[in-house]
């Protein structure tokens, strides 16, 4: 079932061996590996973005630009949105041998997703959960973990109903945003996932508005909750976990090393020319991804007029310079063993279709090959950071007129 090379973690024991399981949310567009690899030094956990199953059943270049691992990516839940169980499954047993869990999305309130009947949409009809965490759990083996990631209900009961069920059905450890759907701001509900952990007898991670270490505390000594998950936070400060204030130039300097490393080959790593530079279309990064971290990180650290220049930089080689001129911070090149940890594997799906197309009904055989959903979230800048941009809007010297769209 594993990978021949890649290390796996019992995820469930963590919950059971440490006081308080610190995990890194699942973030489209930015819990990929580099950011995986640099904030998993700190917490027990981490998810990779959201991904569509059906795209990655069907479509080679969908497994290819959403799922990258590596030899020190673990403990790493893969999280779908799915809402057939040949989608999910499929998925789930395909990534199978490159992760330690898969995780259903049933929390995402963003409009395109309810409208296609996903993520938060799903708990309309929680039997559909159930059925596709029963029949994952009963297709892969333990320790590989099942897990679900949802909100709470206008209806404690609701909420409590469904977990208990979602127990039932054999999942591993469940984590409870604690907003309703449509709140995605603002305080979360403690009482409301406090009554689920009394509820159930899985693991339960809390999710909301936390943004130290502290709050972690708090938040479990409140609540009973095994293990708290962070998001936004954490984008601005990887060391949040490490129980740092802020982001240091240190932390910097780590992003820069990661994301310069994984895009060498091995061939790349023993040339000495051009040491320290990223091309501008480097193979496993994209200047979006690199760029909108140092933007989130650098944020309490820059000036108001670097801010304004750095934001709106697009390419590696202007970001480099800048962060050379103002920090002195360079690309270093990792040691070797490092590099060989860092480089992404090539993961094999072939011969692993096979439950896909068993579980897929005939009448959805007939679909063309473009009918599956395509999402490219590195189309659009993402909402968090035009949020950014429009902070330092109205100043002179920046053209943020460029149009964006956000599915939403
Ligand atoms: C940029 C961004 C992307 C997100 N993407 C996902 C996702 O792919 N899957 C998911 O379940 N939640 C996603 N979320 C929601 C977070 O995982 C988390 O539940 C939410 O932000 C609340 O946690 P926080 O208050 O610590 O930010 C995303 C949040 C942000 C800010």
């Known amino acids: 079932m594993t990978h021949p090379e890649k290390p796996t973690t019992d995820v469930l024991e963590l919950f059971y061996t440490k006081k308080l399981v610190k995990v890194c949310a699942p973030m489209v567009r930015y819990s990929k590996l580099q950011f995986r690899n640099l904030v998993s030094q700190y917490c027990d956990l981490t998810f990779t973005p959201m991904i569509l199953a059906d795209s990655f059943c069907k479509s080679n270049k969908a497994r290819s630009n959403e799922f990258t691992t590596n030899l020190i990516d673990t ?27 898969v995780d259903l999305n049933c929390g995402c309130p963003q409009r395109w997703a309810r409208d296609m009947n996903l993520g938060c949409q799903m708990l309309k009809d929680p039997q559909k959960i159930f059925e596709l965490v029963r029949e994952c759990r009963n297709r ?36 409870i945003h604690a907003r309703t759907p449509d709140n995605n701001s603002g305080s979360i509900k403690e009482e409301s996932l406090k009554l689920i952990v009394d509820s159930v007898n899985v693991p339960v991670i809390g999710n909301g508005g936390v943004v130290s270490l502290d709050g972690c505390y708090d938040l479990q000594e409140k609540t009973g909750v095994k293990g708290v998950m962070v998001a936004n936070a954490l984008l601005s400060n990887p060391l949040l976990f490490a129980g740092s204030k802020s982001t240091s130039l240190e932390c910097v300097q780590e992003w820069l090393d990661i994301c310069y490393n994984s895009t060498l080959t091995l061939e790349t790593y023993d040339e000495t020319v051009c040491r320290g530079t990223i091309p501008e279309r480097p193979p496993n990064l994209t200047f979006q991804c690199f760029h909108h971290h140092l933007v989130f990180m650098l944020d309490k650290v820059f000036t108001r007029r670097q801010k304004k220049i750095f934001n709106n930089l697009t390419c590696f080689k202007d970001a480099l310079e800048f962060l050379d001129n103002t920090f002195g911070l360079r690309p270093q090149l990792f040691t070797r063993e490092q590099f060989m940890n860092s480089v992404p594997l090539q993961p094999q799906y072939e011969g692993r279709e096979w439950v896909y197309k068993e579980l897929k009904p005939f009448e959805d055989s007939k679909m063309h090959v473009k009918d599956f959903i395509e999402y490219d979230y590195e189309e659009s800048k993402g909402k968090l950071f035009m949020d950014k941009c429009k902070e330092l809007e109205g100043d002179s010297g920046c053209d943020w007129t460029e149009m964006f769209f956000e599915k939403d």
Do not use: W
Not at 78 to 101: I, K, L
Not at 145 to 173: M, N
């Open 75 to 101: 403990p790493v839940i893969t999280q779908f949105a799915a809402n057939t169980v040949h989608d999910f499954v499929g998925a789930s047993y395909m990534v199978a041998p490159y992760c330690d869990g």
């Open 140 to 175: 892969i083996a333990k320790p590989f973990t099942i897990s679900v990631k949802t909100r709470i209900q206008q209806d404690d009961r609701e909420s409590v109903k469904v977990c208990q069920a979602l127990e039932k059905c054999g999942v591993s450890f469940m984590t």
